[in-house]
């Protein structure tokens, strides 16, 4: 019997696992149900093996650590969704392949404004995932101005949620729509992701700190996204707050993300009708006598004009994410 030199990537070593969080120079990977995570690293530029980074919610092929060696990413499998943002001009890789985005928003404290709820909104639908807007802190609000803060979203057509992380009402309703899929609980920082995170896993024991006094914002406390199994089947991501949201999209196909715009575009003049000025535009007529929401037309053209100018105009680098 002959051994010849094992060729590397067909060793019979090779797994299949999921990323489920990414270190500094790796990711670490389960390669089932709770099993014990295996760290590897990715080949870098350079090397013949090269791979891309994989994120969290990627299924990839290793070969495993062992006593003599470190783990290796071999390759990446195709991905069903990427939801993706731009970090000043530079586009960062959120998760893969997960099914839906929870949003969690709130009024106040933190203020997420409706500008940031539709360009998340519209990241979702760029990223192949179904978004689900989650309002959070329902303790601290009236109805009356609960609702007047979900009209534009209730309008579009969006699946709402109204919640309590804290007392834990509407949380009945958030795990059905949470059981058996694959999520990502997304939002600003401080909007409370992680203390529903706690709510919803027993064991689980996720730090997570008050909006600061001084400027009325989260504190950037969690730093990395994680994958997290529910009891129910189903895994739910938890992710570092966000500041400031842009989604990778180009400017003149943000208007396939603004999903109420599309059954009005037919009545446009133009065919390739980008509801902005142009003469005999169905979607900007209906924004000026409310069958759209005017904040959603209003978001849709102010974003489009960003989205042109470039994605670093004009921004700051607040966020704080390890990786
Ligand atoms: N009143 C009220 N406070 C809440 C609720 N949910 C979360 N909080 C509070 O909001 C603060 C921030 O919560 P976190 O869970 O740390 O928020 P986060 O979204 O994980 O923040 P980052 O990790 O920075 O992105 C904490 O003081 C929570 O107790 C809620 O339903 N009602
Ligand atoms: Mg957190
Ligand atoms: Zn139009």
């Known amino acids: 019997m002959s051994h010849g030199p094992e060729k590397r990537g067909t060793s019979t070593r090779t797994m299949r696992g999921r990323v489920v969080t990414r270190a500094r120079n790796g990711v670490f990977v389960a390669p089932g149900k709770n099993s ?3 760290f590897c690293r990715v080949p870098s530029k350079g090397k013949s093996t090269r791979v891309n980074m994989p994120v969290p919610g990627d299924w990839i092929v290793y070969d495993p650590p062992s006593d003599v060696t ?4 071999r390759g990446i499998e195709p991905r069903i969704s990427l939801f993706r943002r731009y970090v000043f001009a530079r586009i960062k890789d959120i998760a893969a392949n997960m ?16 500008r940031l709820v539709d360009r998340m909104l519209a990241g979702a639908s760029a990223g192949k995932l ?28 969006y699946p709402v949620l109204v919640i309590s992380a804290l007392k834990g009402n509407g949380l009945e309703q958030l795990e059905n729509v949470l059981s058996g899929r694959d999520s990502l609980l997304f939002g600003a920082s401080g909007v409370g992701k992680s203390t529903l995170l706690n709510r919803l896993i027993d064991d689980l024991d996720l730090d997570t700190s008050s909006i600061s006094r001084a400027t009325g914002r989260g504190v950037h406390t969690t730093t990395f996204t994680y994958l997290y199994s529910l009891p129910d089947g189903g895994i739910v991501a938890d992710t570092p707050g966000i500041r400031e949201f842009y989604p990778v999209v180009e400017a003149d196909e943000l208007r396939f993300h603004f999903p109420e715009f599309e059954p009005l575009s ?8 980008l509801h902005l000025d142009e003469e005999g535009c169905a979607v900007r007529a209906a924004a000026e006598d409310g069958r759209i929401h005017p904040a959603r037309y209003q978001s849709y053209r102010i974003l489009y004009r960003s989205l042109l100018e470039g994605p670093d105009r004009g921004r700051r680098h607040t966020d704080h994410e390890q990786t």
Not at 99 to 114: A, D, K, M, R, Y
Not at 130 to 157: C, H, M, T
Not at 266 to 273: F, P
């Open 99 to 114: 099914e839906q985005v929870l949003l969690l928003i709130c009024p106040e404290s933190p203020v997420v404004s409706p």
């Open 70 to 73: 470190d783990g290796w990413v």
């Open 266 to 273: 037919e009545e446009c003049a133009w065919r390739d009708c």
């Open 36 to 38: 014990e995570l295996h």
């Open 130 to 157: 179904e978004p689900v807007i989650v309002l959070n802190k329902s303790d601290l609000f009236s109805r009356k101005r609960i609702e007047e803060y979900l009209q534009p979203w209730r309008d579009a057509g």
